[in-house]
């Protein structure tokens, strides 16, 4: 059997992997690339398993200036990703996220609030009785206030993680639908990926784009990454009560979030210290009717006749250093590159995450420096400060 050699092979092919298939062929069309995908109907992706949200409202400056860039691909995502005169729909509905705060949380939040504003960006600070007049229905007055995005939002995940595959393979990426069990290495560079089926693809450059399953794959070359596999809730109620004007991500200083839903649904979770480590995907019910239910008619009573309709848990792949992202070549392992750890706000990174990966890849300069989320700080154990973590 002929080798098959690749310039760039990617590990994983979610939105992070697609992302960064699309960026390198963009940075060089000539290059020869295949993503190893060990699953392409994505039931277990964290990317189709999440909530979509997008936001500026962090409080490390490059966290907010790859969600700048986010929503500058997204607004023109649909165009820029026809292929043949075909456009993902991406159903991108800019309806704001609203962080609200207690009075220990007030002063952080407010010097978030002010860097975001400095870096350009629309962000505004609520008292108590703005909450009140804007939603009547939320209990707010226990708040110190919030901080509102009204440019934040929600999309479709399923449509641009394919609009990116799409537009990916038209530019002549490969994927292949294998698992990767083996990365293969010789004098601490890396040679290539075994794949189950005991085929050998060579690459000096391997990407880990494998989600909640990186830590899996980087040991398979002695690599040893701090990402787990934990498991979030998503629950979807029909309410009896149907606003008006659909309600922005609400979120509560207790990790506590929720939002309108098409079709007069609302979507609801809530991330949680407890939340059990593992490849787990089952759906708890008691974990809705004994914590988030009453929280959700705590604050907003109006909600108290519901039904539950649906639910599901996905994985969060947690670097339990920090909870951000680790961008870049292994420092122990050359050829290695890492775009993982994402935590709960992948979805939103890809492409800021796909363009940096290419450029470096590339030999370009980054147009946005995302040196800060280098892996040395693994190795370092130097870990980055971010208050914005849901
Ligand atoms: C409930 C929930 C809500 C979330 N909400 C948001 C949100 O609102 N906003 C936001 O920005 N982010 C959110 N996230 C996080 C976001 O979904 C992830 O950070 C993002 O999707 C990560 O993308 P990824 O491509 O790294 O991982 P994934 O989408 O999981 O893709 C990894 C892929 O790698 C493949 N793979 C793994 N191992 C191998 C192997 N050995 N060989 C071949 N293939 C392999 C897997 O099959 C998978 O398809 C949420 C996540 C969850 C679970």
Same mark, same amino acid.
């Given at each position: ?5 690749y310039?760039v092979? &990617?590990? +994983?092919?979610g939105?992070?992997?697609s992302?960064t ?20 109907t ?6 189709? $398993? ?23 691909? $997204? ?6 990703m ?16 609203l ?17 975001? /504003? ?12 703005? &909450? ?50 083996l $990365? ?8 290539g990926?075994?794949?189950?089926s005991g085929?050998?693809?060579?690459s000096?450059?391997v ?8 830590a ?10 701090? &990402? ?11 309410t ?36 059990p480590v ?5 759906c ?7 914590i988030l ?11 108290e ?8 848990? +996905? ?10 992202a680790i ?6 392992l050359?050829g ?7 935590? +709960?706000?992948?979805?939103?990174q ?8 290419a450029?470096l890849?590339t ?8 040196s800060?989320?280098?892996?040395q700080?693994?190795v370092?154990? /130097?870990?980055?400060?971010?208050d914005?973590?849901?």
């Amino acid at each position: 059997m002929p080798k098959k050699i690749y310039d760039v092979i &990617i590990v +994983g092919g979610g939105v992070i992997g697609s992302a960064t298939a699309y960026n390198l062929m963009i940075a060089d069309n000539t290059l020869k690339v295949a993503v190893v995908e060990k699953d392409p109907t994505y039931t277990r992706a964290s990317t189709t $398993l999440s909530l979509s949200n997008a936001r500026i409202q962090f409080s490390l400056k490059q966290n907010i200036q790859i969600s700048q860039y986010a929503f500058e691909i $997204l607004d023109q995502f649909e165009d820029a990703m026809a292929v043949d005169g075909t456009r993902p729909g991406i159903a991108l509905r800019r309806e704001g996220n609203l962080f609200l705060f207690d009075h220990a949380g007030r002063q952080a939040a407010e010097k978030s609030l002010a860097l975001q /504003q400095s870096l350009g960006c629309q962000a505004e600070w609520w008292s108590p009785a703005k &909450i009140r007049q804007r939603f009547p229905i939320y209990e707010s007055s226990d708040f110190a206030g919030a901080t509102f995005g009204p440019q934040d939002g929600h999309f479709d995940a399923h449509s641009v993680l394919m609009g990116y595959k799409a537009k990916a393979q038209s530019m002549g990426v490969q994927y292949i639908n294998a698992e990767a069990v083996l $990365l293969k290495c010789e004098h601490k560079r890396i040679t290539g990926v075994k794949l189950g089926s005991g085929e050998i693809l060579q690459s000096a450059l391997v990407i880990n784009c494998a989600g909640a399953w990186a830590a899996q794959v980087a040991q398979t070359a002695g690599v040893e990454l701090p &990402i787990v596999p934990v498991k979030r809730q998503v629950f979807v109620l029909d309410t009896e009560h149907k606003p008006k004007t659909p309600l922005p991500l609400t979120i509560l200083p207790s990790g506590f979030y929720f939002r309108s839903e098409t079709g007069g649904l609302l979507l609801l979770g809530k991330s949680m210290s407890e939340d059990p480590v593992g490849f787990d995907f089952t759906c708890d019910e008691d974990r809705f009717m004994e914590i988030l239910w009453p929280e959700l008619v705590e604050f907003a009573p109006v909600f108290e006749a519901a039904r539950l309709v649906n639910g599901w848990a +996905g994985l969060y792949a947690v670097n339990t250093l920090d909870g951000n992202a680790i961008l870049g070549e292994w420092p122990e392992l050359k050829g290695f590159f890492l775009a993982n750890g994402f935590s +709960g706000h992948g979805l939103q990174q890809a492409p800021a995450v796909g363009r940096y990966l290419a450029e470096l890849i590339t030999g370009q300069t980054p147009t946005l420096d995302l040196s800060i989320f280098q892996p040395q700080r693994i190795v370092t154990n /130097q870990p980055l400060s971010e208050d914005g973590l849901v």
